[in-house]
Protein backbone atom coordinates (compact mmCIF):
# COMPACT_ATOMS: atom_id res chain seq x y z
CA UNK A 1 0.00 0.00 0.00
CA UNK A 2 1.18 3.54 -1.42
CA UNK A 3 1.34 6.10 1.52
CA UNK A 4 1.30 10.06 1.40
CA UNK A 5 3.92 11.84 3.18
CA UNK A 6 4.14 15.40 3.84
CA UNK A 7 7.60 16.42 4.98
CA UNK A 8 8.77 20.06 6.43
CA UNK A 9 12.17 20.76 5.70
CA UNK A 10 15.39 23.87 5.90
CA UNK A 11 17.96 24.11 4.03
CA UNK A 12 21.19 26.56 4.05
CA UNK A 13 20.90 27.43 0.48
CA UNK A 14 24.63 28.54 -0.14
CA UNK A 15 26.12 25.20 -1.39
CA UNK A 16 22.94 24.87 -3.81
CA UNK A 17 22.13 25.42 -7.48
CA UNK A 18 18.74 26.21 -5.85
CA UNK A 19 15.98 23.86 -5.32
CA UNK A 20 14.62 22.56 -8.67
CA UNK A 21 16.85 18.98 -10.13
CA UNK A 22 18.78 20.50 -13.24
CA UNK A 23 21.65 18.54 -15.20
CA UNK A 24 25.18 18.15 -13.10
CA UNK A 25 23.85 20.90 -10.24
CA UNK A 26 23.47 20.13 -6.95
CA UNK A 27 20.32 20.95 -6.17
CA UNK A 28 18.16 20.38 -2.65
CA UNK A 29 15.78 18.32 -4.45
CA UNK A 30 17.99 16.14 -5.99
CA UNK A 31 19.64 15.47 -2.25
CA UNK A 32 16.72 14.50 -0.91
CA UNK A 33 14.66 12.32 -3.70
CA UNK A 34 18.53 10.36 -3.94
CA UNK A 35 17.90 9.71 -0.02
CA UNK A 36 14.41 8.81 -0.56
CA UNK A 37 14.91 6.48 -3.50
CA UNK A 38 17.62 4.45 -1.34
CA UNK A 39 15.61 4.36 1.41
CA UNK A 40 12.35 2.89 -0.40
CA UNK A 41 14.57 0.62 -3.13
CA UNK A 42 12.67 2.53 -6.09
CA UNK A 43 12.80 6.10 -7.64
CA UNK A 44 10.90 8.60 -5.27
CA UNK A 45 10.38 11.82 -6.66
CA UNK A 46 9.11 14.86 -4.48
CA UNK A 47 6.72 17.93 -5.22
CA UNK A 48 7.36 21.17 -3.12
CA UNK A 49 5.12 24.15 -2.58
CA UNK A 50 7.58 25.62 -5.16
CA UNK A 51 11.45 25.92 -6.03
CA UNK A 52 13.73 28.27 -4.68
CA UNK A 53 16.70 29.63 -6.05
CA UNK A 54 20.24 29.29 -6.02
CA UNK A 55 21.36 30.57 -2.54
CA UNK A 56 17.97 31.28 -1.32
CA UNK A 57 17.40 29.34 1.86
CA UNK A 58 14.19 27.83 3.33
CA UNK A 59 13.44 27.18 6.96
CA UNK A 60 10.21 25.85 6.55
CA UNK A 61 9.62 24.26 2.66
CA UNK A 62 7.17 21.78 2.80
CA UNK A 63 7.10 18.83 0.37
CA UNK A 64 5.26 15.66 -0.02
CA UNK A 65 6.25 12.39 -1.66
CA UNK A 66 4.60 8.86 -2.02
CA UNK A 67 6.16 5.22 -0.13
CA UNK A 68 5.31 1.85 0.46
CA UNK A 69 7.34 2.24 3.72
CA UNK A 70 5.10 2.94 6.73
CA UNK A 71 7.19 4.43 9.55
CA UNK A 72 5.79 7.50 12.06
CA UNK A 73 7.77 11.21 11.54
CA UNK A 74 10.11 10.65 14.12
CA UNK A 75 11.29 7.59 12.23
CA UNK A 76 11.50 9.24 8.93
CA UNK A 77 13.19 12.52 10.23
CA UNK A 78 15.62 10.08 11.72
CA UNK A 79 16.58 7.83 9.09
CA UNK A 80 16.07 11.11 6.56
CA UNK A 81 18.80 12.85 9.21
CA UNK A 82 20.72 10.60 9.20
CA UNK A 83 21.70 9.94 5.21
CA UNK A 84 21.31 13.74 4.09
CA UNK A 85 24.07 16.23 4.20
CA UNK A 86 24.56 18.56 6.89
CA UNK A 87 23.15 21.60 4.99
CA UNK A 88 19.56 20.25 4.95
CA UNK A 89 17.13 19.04 8.01
CA UNK A 90 13.82 17.53 7.97
CA UNK A 91 11.99 18.86 10.84
CA UNK A 92 9.02 16.58 10.62
CA UNK A 93 7.42 14.02 8.76
CA UNK A 94 3.51 13.28 8.56
CA UNK A 95 1.29 10.67 7.01
CA UNK A 96 -1.37 12.82 4.81
CA UNK A 97 -4.35 11.93 2.81
CA UNK A 98 -3.56 10.47 -0.61
CA UNK A 99 -5.29 13.65 -1.58
CA UNK A 100 -2.59 16.65 -0.32
CA UNK A 101 -0.77 17.75 -2.86
CA UNK A 102 2.38 20.44 -1.07
CA UNK A 103 1.88 22.95 -4.31
CA UNK A 104 -1.79 23.30 -4.94
CA UNK A 105 -2.88 22.81 -1.81
CA UNK A 106 -0.64 25.71 0.17
CA UNK A 107 -2.50 28.43 0.90
CA UNK A 108 -0.12 31.01 2.17
CA UNK A 109 3.38 31.17 2.16
CA UNK A 110 5.59 33.58 4.56
CA UNK A 111 9.48 34.73 3.44
CA UNK A 112 11.88 36.34 5.57
CA UNK A 113 14.93 38.70 4.61
CA UNK A 114 17.27 39.00 6.66
CA UNK A 115 19.73 42.61 6.13
CA UNK A 116 22.51 43.44 8.08
CA UNK A 117 23.99 46.76 8.37
CA UNK A 118 27.70 46.69 8.83
CA UNK A 119 30.58 49.42 7.25
CA UNK A 120 33.09 46.81 7.40
CA UNK A 121 32.17 43.39 5.46
CA UNK A 122 31.63 40.47 7.89
CA UNK A 123 32.98 37.06 6.58
CA UNK A 124 30.56 35.22 9.09
CA UNK A 125 27.39 35.96 7.86
CA UNK A 126 28.17 36.64 3.75
CA UNK A 127 26.11 33.38 2.87
CA UNK A 128 22.96 33.73 5.36
CA UNK A 129 22.06 37.74 5.08
CA UNK A 130 22.44 40.75 2.93
CA UNK A 131 25.62 42.98 4.35
CA UNK A 132 24.31 46.73 3.92
CA UNK A 133 27.05 49.80 4.10
CA UNK A 134 23.95 52.68 4.25
CA UNK A 135 22.59 53.21 7.43
CA UNK A 136 18.81 52.21 6.57
CA UNK A 137 15.25 54.46 7.63
CA UNK A 138 13.22 51.12 9.01
CA UNK A 139 10.32 53.82 9.45
CA UNK A 140 9.97 55.02 5.62
CA UNK A 141 10.43 51.24 4.53
CA UNK A 142 7.52 50.58 7.04
CA UNK A 143 5.41 53.19 5.73
CA UNK A 144 6.07 52.45 1.44
CA UNK A 145 5.21 48.45 2.38
CA UNK A 146 1.78 49.96 3.56
CA UNK A 147 1.03 50.72 -0.25
CA UNK A 148 1.41 47.10 -1.06
CA UNK A 149 -0.53 45.12 1.29
CA UNK A 150 -4.06 43.72 -0.43
CA UNK A 151 -4.49 42.48 -3.56
CA UNK A 152 -2.79 44.33 -6.25
CA UNK A 153 -1.33 43.63 -9.98
CA UNK A 154 2.43 43.38 -9.01
CA UNK A 155 3.67 43.57 -12.65
CA UNK A 156 6.27 46.14 -11.29
CA UNK A 157 7.76 43.27 -8.56
CA UNK A 158 7.66 40.77 -10.79
CA UNK A 159 10.92 39.25 -13.23
CA UNK A 160 10.99 40.94 -16.77
CA UNK A 161 11.29 36.98 -17.94
CA UNK A 162 8.34 35.39 -16.47
CA UNK A 163 5.40 33.40 -18.83
CA UNK A 164 2.72 34.04 -15.66
CA UNK A 165 0.12 36.48 -17.63
CA UNK A 166 -2.39 37.05 -14.41
CA UNK A 167 0.01 38.92 -12.33
CA UNK A 168 -2.61 39.82 -9.41
CA UNK A 169 -1.53 38.49 -5.73
CA UNK A 170 -2.70 39.04 -2.40
CA UNK A 171 -0.30 40.03 0.29
CA UNK A 172 -1.95 39.95 3.63
CA UNK A 173 1.28 41.67 5.86
CA UNK A 174 4.40 43.32 5.41
CA UNK A 175 6.34 43.67 8.38
CA UNK A 176 9.61 45.83 8.61
CA UNK A 177 11.35 45.30 11.98
CA UNK A 178 14.98 45.63 13.75
CA UNK A 179 15.47 42.13 15.13
CA UNK A 180 18.83 43.02 16.48
CA UNK A 181 21.34 45.69 16.60
CA UNK A 182 22.02 46.15 13.20
CA UNK A 183 19.85 43.43 11.86
CA UNK A 184 16.51 44.25 9.98
CA UNK A 185 14.33 41.74 9.03
CA UNK A 186 11.35 41.71 6.38
CA UNK A 187 8.17 39.38 6.90
CA UNK A 188 6.50 39.14 3.85
CA UNK A 189 2.83 37.12 3.61
CA UNK A 190 1.02 36.33 0.55
CA UNK A 191 -1.56 33.85 -0.99
CA UNK A 192 0.96 33.58 -3.89
CA UNK A 193 4.44 34.81 -5.08
CA UNK A 194 5.34 35.90 -8.74
CA UNK A 195 9.03 35.19 -9.49
CA UNK A 196 11.26 37.15 -7.69
CA UNK A 197 8.75 39.05 -6.04
CA UNK A 198 9.93 39.26 -2.64
CA UNK A 199 13.53 40.22 -3.45
CA UNK A 200 12.03 43.25 -5.72
CA UNK A 201 9.96 44.51 -3.42
CA UNK A 202 12.71 44.15 -0.61
CA UNK A 203 15.12 45.86 -3.20
CA UNK A 204 12.76 48.75 -3.94
CA UNK A 205 12.31 49.09 0.28
CA UNK A 206 15.97 49.18 0.53
CA UNK A 207 16.16 52.05 -2.08
CA UNK A 208 13.80 53.94 -0.31
CA UNK A 209 15.61 52.66 3.03
CA UNK A 210 18.84 54.84 1.89
CA UNK A 211 17.01 57.68 1.20
CA UNK A 212 17.43 57.18 -3.01
CA UNK A 213 13.77 57.01 -3.06
CA UNK A 214 10.66 58.77 -1.59
CA UNK A 215 8.04 56.60 0.34
CA UNK A 216 5.55 58.17 -1.73
CA UNK A 217 7.31 56.34 -4.92
CA UNK A 218 6.15 53.28 -3.65
CA UNK A 219 2.79 53.50 -4.77
CA UNK A 220 3.24 55.11 -8.32
CA UNK A 221 6.07 52.27 -8.64
CA UNK A 222 2.68 49.92 -7.66
CA UNK A 223 0.26 51.49 -10.07
CA UNK A 224 2.63 51.99 -13.07
CA UNK A 225 2.96 47.96 -13.44
CA UNK A 226 6.34 48.10 -15.15
CA UNK A 227 9.46 46.66 -13.57
CA UNK A 228 11.59 48.83 -14.92
CA UNK A 229 10.20 51.04 -12.50
CA UNK A 230 10.59 49.42 -9.22
CA UNK A 231 14.17 49.19 -7.64
CA UNK A 232 17.07 46.35 -8.15
CA UNK A 233 16.22 42.44 -7.25
CA UNK A 234 17.95 42.12 -3.75
CA UNK A 235 20.57 39.30 -3.54
CA UNK A 236 19.43 35.92 -3.13
CA UNK A 237 21.36 35.41 0.27
CA UNK A 238 19.20 37.11 2.75
CA UNK A 239 16.14 35.62 1.35
CA UNK A 240 14.31 32.56 3.92
CA UNK A 241 11.21 30.81 2.56
CA UNK A 242 10.07 30.45 6.45
CA UNK A 243 7.00 28.96 6.56
CA UNK A 244 4.06 27.41 3.79
CA UNK A 245 0.51 27.40 5.23
CA UNK A 246 -2.07 25.32 4.56
CA UNK A 247 -5.77 24.76 5.12
CA UNK A 248 -6.70 22.23 8.39
CA UNK B 1 62.82 52.38 2.02
CA UNK B 2 61.12 49.47 3.58
CA UNK B 3 58.24 50.04 6.09
CA UNK B 4 56.73 47.40 8.75
CA UNK B 5 53.16 47.19 8.84
CA UNK B 6 50.84 45.68 11.46
CA UNK B 7 47.38 43.79 10.12
CA UNK B 8 44.52 42.63 11.84
CA UNK B 9 42.32 39.97 9.93
CA UNK B 10 39.28 38.19 10.29
CA UNK B 11 38.39 35.07 8.54
CA UNK B 12 35.67 32.46 8.06
CA UNK B 13 37.80 29.81 8.67
CA UNK B 14 35.02 27.44 6.63
CA UNK B 15 36.60 27.52 3.37
CA UNK B 16 40.69 26.94 4.17
CA UNK B 17 42.92 24.45 4.94
CA UNK B 18 43.82 25.94 7.82
CA UNK B 19 46.17 29.19 8.31
CA UNK B 20 49.50 28.43 7.00
CA UNK B 21 51.06 27.90 3.57
CA UNK B 22 50.27 23.92 2.75
CA UNK B 23 51.25 22.61 -0.93
CA UNK B 24 48.04 22.75 -3.13
CA UNK B 25 45.89 24.16 -0.47
CA UNK B 26 43.89 26.75 -0.12
CA UNK B 27 45.07 28.31 3.37
CA UNK B 28 44.66 32.42 4.78
CA UNK B 29 48.34 33.52 4.27
CA UNK B 30 48.28 31.91 0.86
CA UNK B 31 45.44 34.32 -0.22
CA UNK B 32 46.89 37.30 1.62
CA UNK B 33 50.25 36.67 0.40
CA UNK B 34 49.16 36.48 -3.11
CA UNK B 35 47.19 39.85 -3.10
CA UNK B 36 50.41 41.33 -1.28
CA UNK B 37 52.62 39.99 -3.85
CA UNK B 38 50.40 41.46 -6.36
CA UNK B 39 50.19 44.84 -4.43
CA UNK B 40 53.54 44.91 -4.61
CA UNK B 41 54.90 43.77 -7.78
CA UNK B 42 57.39 41.59 -6.00
CA UNK B 43 57.05 38.33 -3.09
CA UNK B 44 55.78 39.16 -0.08
CA UNK B 45 55.95 36.86 3.02
CA UNK B 46 53.74 37.84 6.29
CA UNK B 47 54.26 36.47 9.92
CA UNK B 48 51.25 35.81 11.90
CA UNK B 49 50.67 35.72 15.68
CA UNK B 50 50.38 31.71 15.04
CA UNK B 51 48.58 29.34 13.45
CA UNK B 52 44.73 28.19 13.38
CA UNK B 53 43.51 24.88 12.20
CA UNK B 54 41.93 23.86 9.62
CA UNK B 55 37.83 25.40 9.95
CA UNK B 56 38.82 27.38 12.72
CA UNK B 57 37.99 31.04 12.60
CA UNK B 58 40.08 34.32 13.37
CA UNK B 59 38.26 37.98 14.25
CA UNK B 60 41.54 39.47 15.38
CA UNK B 61 44.40 37.51 14.31
CA UNK B 62 47.59 39.94 13.81
CA UNK B 63 50.51 39.39 11.33
CA UNK B 64 53.03 41.97 9.97
CA UNK B 65 54.81 42.54 6.66
CA UNK B 66 57.36 44.49 5.02
CA UNK B 67 56.65 46.74 2.16
CA UNK B 68 58.25 49.71 0.22
CA UNK B 69 54.76 50.74 -0.54
CA UNK B 70 53.67 53.86 1.59
CA UNK B 71 50.11 53.88 2.21
CA UNK B 72 47.80 54.68 5.54
CA UNK B 73 46.24 52.21 7.03
CA UNK B 74 42.94 53.34 5.60
CA UNK B 75 44.24 52.70 2.15
CA UNK B 76 45.77 49.61 2.65
CA UNK B 77 42.44 48.17 4.03
CA UNK B 78 40.70 49.53 0.92
CA UNK B 79 43.12 47.88 -1.54
CA UNK B 80 43.27 44.55 0.44
CA UNK B 81 39.82 43.94 1.39
CA UNK B 82 38.53 45.05 -2.72
CA UNK B 83 41.29 42.15 -3.74
CA UNK B 84 41.07 39.59 -0.41
CA UNK B 85 38.28 36.82 -0.96
CA UNK B 86 34.63 37.37 0.77
CA UNK B 87 35.61 34.96 3.28
CA UNK B 88 38.40 37.54 4.98
CA UNK B 89 38.69 40.98 6.02
CA UNK B 90 40.88 43.13 6.82
CA UNK B 91 40.03 45.62 10.18
CA UNK B 92 43.22 47.39 10.78
CA UNK B 93 46.79 48.06 9.20
CA UNK B 94 49.46 50.54 10.95
CA UNK B 95 52.86 51.12 10.19
CA UNK B 96 54.99 49.97 13.34
CA UNK B 97 58.60 49.62 14.38
CA UNK B 98 60.47 47.62 11.94
CA UNK B 99 61.51 45.80 14.94
CA UNK B 100 57.62 44.82 15.69
CA UNK B 101 57.18 41.21 15.52
CA UNK B 102 53.78 39.51 15.05
CA UNK B 103 54.37 36.28 17.14
CA UNK B 104 57.45 37.27 19.35
CA UNK B 105 55.64 40.01 20.69
CA UNK B 106 52.71 39.05 21.84
CA UNK B 107 51.70 39.23 25.18
CA UNK B 108 48.20 37.64 25.08
CA UNK B 109 45.82 35.95 23.06
CA UNK B 110 42.17 35.78 23.16
CA UNK B 111 40.40 32.67 21.82
CA UNK B 112 36.20 32.21 22.32
CA UNK B 113 34.87 29.27 21.50
CA UNK B 114 30.56 29.08 20.87
CA UNK B 115 28.49 26.32 21.24
CA UNK B 116 25.12 25.91 20.09
CA UNK B 117 22.52 24.02 22.28
CA UNK B 118 20.04 22.22 19.76
CA UNK B 119 18.15 19.51 20.07
CA UNK B 120 17.77 19.22 15.73
CA UNK B 121 20.80 20.15 13.63
CA UNK B 122 20.90 23.70 12.31
CA UNK B 123 22.02 23.80 8.27
CA UNK B 124 22.92 27.65 9.36
CA UNK B 125 25.08 27.34 11.95
CA UNK B 126 27.53 24.38 11.30
CA UNK B 127 30.39 25.86 10.19
CA UNK B 128 30.60 28.88 12.96
CA UNK B 129 29.70 27.10 15.96
CA UNK B 130 29.80 23.68 17.43
CA UNK B 131 26.35 22.28 17.71
CA UNK B 132 25.64 19.87 20.96
CA UNK B 133 22.29 18.26 21.63
CA UNK B 134 22.64 17.56 25.50
CA UNK B 135 21.86 20.14 27.55
CA UNK B 136 24.66 21.77 29.50
CA UNK B 137 25.04 22.72 33.45
CA UNK B 138 27.22 25.83 32.46
CA UNK B 139 27.34 27.14 36.37
CA UNK B 140 29.30 23.10 36.55
CA UNK B 141 31.64 24.05 33.91
CA UNK B 142 33.10 27.61 35.25
CA UNK B 143 33.61 26.08 38.10
CA UNK B 144 35.71 23.89 36.86
CA UNK B 145 37.36 26.00 34.87
CA UNK B 146 38.75 28.10 38.01
CA UNK B 147 41.49 24.82 38.45
CA UNK B 148 42.94 25.70 34.83
CA UNK B 149 43.15 29.93 35.80
CA UNK B 150 46.74 30.18 36.91
CA UNK B 151 50.16 29.04 35.69
CA UNK B 152 50.03 24.64 35.42
CA UNK B 153 51.51 22.37 33.67
CA UNK B 154 48.94 21.58 31.05
CA UNK B 155 50.20 18.53 29.44
CA UNK B 156 46.72 16.97 30.00
CA UNK B 157 45.36 20.20 27.34
CA UNK B 158 47.73 19.67 24.81
CA UNK B 159 47.80 17.55 21.59
CA UNK B 160 50.17 13.99 21.95
CA UNK B 161 51.84 14.85 18.73
CA UNK B 162 53.46 18.04 19.60
CA UNK B 163 58.04 18.61 20.20
CA UNK B 164 57.17 21.25 22.34
CA UNK B 165 58.69 19.86 25.68
CA UNK B 166 57.88 22.72 28.16
CA UNK B 167 54.05 22.61 28.90
CA UNK B 168 54.20 24.79 31.48
CA UNK B 169 51.61 28.18 30.36
CA UNK B 170 49.57 30.48 32.34
CA UNK B 171 46.01 31.16 31.89
CA UNK B 172 44.65 34.46 32.56
CA UNK B 173 40.89 34.21 32.65
CA UNK B 174 38.51 31.53 31.81
CA UNK B 175 34.75 32.85 31.47
CA UNK B 176 31.45 30.61 30.33
CA UNK B 177 28.32 32.58 29.51
CA UNK B 178 25.28 31.82 28.28
CA UNK B 179 25.34 34.67 25.68
CA UNK B 180 21.95 34.28 23.63
CA UNK B 181 19.48 31.31 24.53
CA UNK B 182 20.98 28.14 23.76
CA UNK B 183 24.23 29.42 22.91
CA UNK B 184 27.27 29.32 25.22
CA UNK B 185 30.37 31.20 24.88
CA UNK B 186 34.12 29.94 26.66
CA UNK B 187 36.07 32.92 26.52
CA UNK B 188 40.11 31.97 27.54
CA UNK B 189 42.56 34.59 27.64
CA UNK B 190 45.91 33.25 28.24
CA UNK B 191 49.87 34.50 27.72
CA UNK B 192 50.55 31.79 25.15
CA UNK B 193 48.50 28.25 24.06
CA UNK B 194 49.53 24.61 23.40
CA UNK B 195 48.62 22.59 20.02
CA UNK B 196 44.90 21.85 20.50
CA UNK B 197 44.45 23.84 24.35
CA UNK B 198 41.50 25.63 23.97
CA UNK B 199 39.70 22.71 21.83
CA UNK B 200 41.14 20.08 24.51
CA UNK B 201 39.97 21.78 28.02
CA UNK B 202 36.66 23.01 26.25
CA UNK B 203 36.00 19.42 24.79
CA UNK B 204 36.50 18.77 28.75
CA UNK B 205 34.61 21.26 29.80
CA UNK B 206 31.91 20.18 27.78
CA UNK B 207 32.03 16.77 29.66
CA UNK B 208 31.71 18.11 32.39
CA UNK B 209 28.84 19.74 31.46
CA UNK B 210 26.61 17.12 30.81
CA UNK B 211 27.15 15.48 33.62
CA UNK B 212 29.92 12.70 32.13
CA UNK B 213 32.68 13.85 34.31
CA UNK B 214 32.18 16.11 37.54
CA UNK B 215 33.81 19.17 38.13
CA UNK B 216 36.47 17.81 40.68
CA UNK B 217 37.80 15.50 37.64
CA UNK B 218 39.04 18.74 36.13
CA UNK B 219 41.75 19.25 38.70
CA UNK B 220 42.63 15.32 39.02
CA UNK B 221 43.02 15.96 35.47
CA UNK B 222 45.25 19.19 35.52
CA UNK B 223 47.64 17.40 37.97
CA UNK B 224 47.93 14.25 35.92
CA UNK B 225 49.51 15.85 33.32
CA UNK B 226 48.49 13.40 30.51
CA UNK B 227 46.34 13.72 27.76
CA UNK B 228 45.09 10.30 28.00
CA UNK B 229 42.93 11.50 30.78
CA UNK B 230 41.20 14.66 29.72
CA UNK B 231 38.35 14.79 27.27
CA UNK B 232 37.75 14.85 23.76
CA UNK B 233 39.58 17.58 21.63
CA UNK B 234 36.33 20.10 20.85
CA UNK B 235 35.50 20.14 17.03
CA UNK B 236 37.19 23.49 15.15
CA UNK B 237 34.18 24.95 13.94
CA UNK B 238 32.98 26.79 17.09
CA UNK B 239 37.03 28.22 17.82
CA UNK B 240 37.76 31.83 17.24
CA UNK B 241 40.96 33.51 17.96
CA UNK B 242 39.33 36.36 19.22
CA UNK B 243 42.17 39.04 20.01
CA UNK B 244 45.89 39.06 20.16
CA UNK B 245 47.29 41.91 22.47
CA UNK B 246 51.25 43.09 22.34
CA UNK B 247 52.81 46.01 24.61
CA UNK B 248 52.51 49.56 24.06
Redesign the interface.
Known amino acids: MVNRYKCVV???GAGFSGYQVQPNKRTVQLEIERVLTTMNKSTVKIVSSGRTDAGV?AVGQVFHFDSTLEMDGHQWCRAL?AMLP????V?STERVSPNFHARYDACQKEYRYKVQQTT?????T?N?VTQVSQSLDTKKMQEAARYLVGEHDFSSFCAANTSVVDKVRTIISIEVQEVYQNQIEFRVVGSGFLYNMVRIIVGTLLEIGTGKRTVEDMNRILEARDRTKSGKTAPPQGLYLWEVRYDE
Chains 1, 2 share one sequence.
Request: net charge negative.
Open positions: GYDHNEDIVKMRDPFRV
